[in-house]
Every structure is written in C-alpha cells, then in structure tokens.
C-alpha cells in the first residue's frame, strides 16, 4: 500500500509540474481512439479514413477544449452518416445542435463525457462512465451522457442499415424522415441504456455525498448494482438482449476504473476521523473531519565517502608543502 502512495504521489507531482502537456497528451489520445473508432465503425467516409487526416485531426484536438472537441468529432461523424445518407445526416445534425444550444452553452465543462460515453461503449466498458461522472461531476452530468448513448446507437444503427439506407432512393422523402425517427425513437435497448446510466449517475452522486464511512466504495457498489438493475428491468420488461457475460466483464472493468479513481482522488483513512463541534451566535456546527491517506517522499540522501588513494595523496602533497 505504501509502494501505491509513493506512485500516487509521485504522479500528482509530476502532473503539478507538467500539467499542460500531459493534459494535451491525454486529449490526443481520446480524440484518436474516438476516430479509430469511429471509422472502424462506420468508415464511410474516405478522406476521414487517411491515417494522416486521423493524427492531423487529433493534433487539433489536443490544443483546443472539450466542447470544440466534441464540435469537431461531431462534423466527422456527420460526414460518414452523410456518405451513407443525407436525410439521416439531417436529423443526426439536428440533433448535436439541440444538445450544444441546450446543454453546451450554459455548462460546457462537462462536455468531455459526449466524446467518453461512445468511445466506452465501443471498448464495451459502457457501465464505467455513469460511475466516474457521478463521482466526479453532478446530476447535470447525465445531460451529456445520454446524448453520448443516443450518439452511440445512432452510428450502431448507420452501420446496420447502410444498404438500406443507401438504396431506398424509390422512397417518399417524407416517409423517409417519419422511418428515420420512427427507428430512432423506439429503440428500446437504447433508451433502457439511456436510463441505466442516468440512474446510476444519481445513485452514485446521492450516496457519495452522505456522511457515512466509505461513500465513495458505497457509492461505486450500488451504482453498479442499480445500473444492473435497469438492464435486468429492460430485459424483463422489453425484451432487450443483453449478454450475461458482456454484461459481467463490463461490470468488473466498471468497478476497476472507479477504484482507481477514487485511490487517486478520495483516499481518506476513516480510523483517524475526528469529530467537533463549535457555534456562533446564530449555528452550532458539528464536523466531522476524515483525513485524507497521503505518504511523504522518500528523503534520499546521498553521502559521498572518500576514495582512500585520493586521502593519502592529498596527505602526501601537505606534507610535501610544509617547509
């Protein structure tokens, strides 16, 4: 445990001295798997499928916030829906321009989690992003990651329906349109993960806030295990498939990224909480103070020891010195 303490804090130092590039080194690597993805995905697009064009675009991305990240994959994405359909790329572009009016101008700090949400669900890790957003953000947090589940099965249902999408030239542009938004509405499995992950995003925040030993653990537990629920529901209720096993290891590597999170954010020792109270002259207080698990850095001192023959040839040269 202490090894794990020294590299924690042996991170947070080094992430305290070179926070500019490490911060434009992780954007760049986001915003390249997102492509990766993306194109492995859909791929309809060919200028967007140069690997020149992919690092160009990430390169781009490292230097620029979230919210323009977000704007940037968004007109890819919009390329390769429009290389298959434009009246799909007219609805999907609708739609990314109702979320950045709605949400995006009034809290684009959160914008991160629309560029998260598809790229965890692609790695099938999907259940990881409510229990980071939860323990890191607030209930305004499952804005984004809805969106970014929708944006998800929309690109599943491109990839699908590409033939059909591209061959029905003999149909009504108007009854295009009502099957387009008729396919997206009533996709049950996708609005039974929309409501898993909102729901596990309130439950985690919810309990993470309570004054109770081990929140933080309680918090990523239940969370879980109410995002669990939902699906088990929707599979009950609505016949949605869901694979058992998927469902276990995206649960497990879930758990795995939130500990991680929670060691390196929020490791408090609970055997050391102190209790006190004190009061004014309208409120009396009482605290309850957990401090927090921190290890000092090793003092390495080096203590350089004489080499013998320099000793005595020194010695010599006095001796030869004095008259």
């Known amino acids: 445990m202490i090894v794990l303490l020294e590299i924690k804090e042996g991170?947070?130092?080094?992430?305290?001295?070179f926070a500019a590039p490490v911060d434009a080194g992780i954007k760049f690597c986001v915003s390249l798997v997102a492509l990766i993805l993306m194109n492995g995905n859909l791929g309809y697009s060919e200028r967007f499928k140069n690997p020149l064009v992919m690092v160009g675009l990430s390169l781009v991305c490292a230097f620029v916030p979230y919210g323009a990240i977000s704007v940037l994959l968004g007109l890819v994405f919009l390329g390769h829906v429009y290389a298959v359909s434009m009246e799909c790329a007219l609805l999907t572009g609708i739609f990314l321009i109702l979320v950045t009016l709605l949400y995006y101008g009034l809290q684009p700090r959160d914008s991160?989690?629309?560029?998260l949400t598809p790229v965890a669900f692609a790695?099938?890790?999907p259940f990881a992003i409510p229990l980071l957003a939860g323990l890191s953000g607030g209930l305004a947090g499952a804005i984004p990651v809805a969106c970014g589940v929708a944006v998800y099965y929309i690109m599943i249902y491109v990839k699908q329906n590409a033939?059909?999408?591209?061959?029905?030239a003999a149909v009504d542009i108007t009854?295009?349109?009502v099957q387009l938004i008729r396919s997206m509405v009533s996709n049950q499995e996708m609005m039974v993960m929309i409501a898993a992950c909102v729901v596990g995003i309130l439950v985690v925040y919810l309990i993470r806030l309570l004054s109770v030993d081990y929140a933080w653990i309680l918090a990523i537990v239940f969370g879980s295990v109410s995002q669990m629920a939902v699906i088990f529901a929707g599979d009950y209720l609505f016949d949605v498939q869901a694979s058992?096993?998927?469902?276990?290891?995206?649960?497990m590597f879930s758990l795995m990224a939130a500990g991680i999170y929670h060691f390196f954010v929020f490791a408090v020792d609970y055997s050391r909480t102190e209790y006190t109270q004190f009061e004014d002259d309208d409120y009396v207080y009482y605290v309850k103070a957990v401090p927090k698990v921190v290890v000092s850095k090793p003092d390495?001192?080096?203590?350089?020891?004489n080499d013998p023959k320099k000793v005595r040839q020194n010695g010599r040269r006095e001796r030869e010195v004095r008259p």
């Open 244 to 251: 058992l096993q998927e469902l276990i290891v995206g649960i």
């Open 112 to 115: 991160y989690w629309l560029v």
């Open 123 to 125: 790695l099938r890790i």
């Open 175 to 177: 009854e295009k349109y």
């Open 300 to 305: 390495v001192r080096v203590q350089r020891i």
């Open 163 to 168: 033939g059909v999408l591209t061959n029905d």
């Open 11 to 17: 991170l947070k130092s080094f992430y305290a001295k």
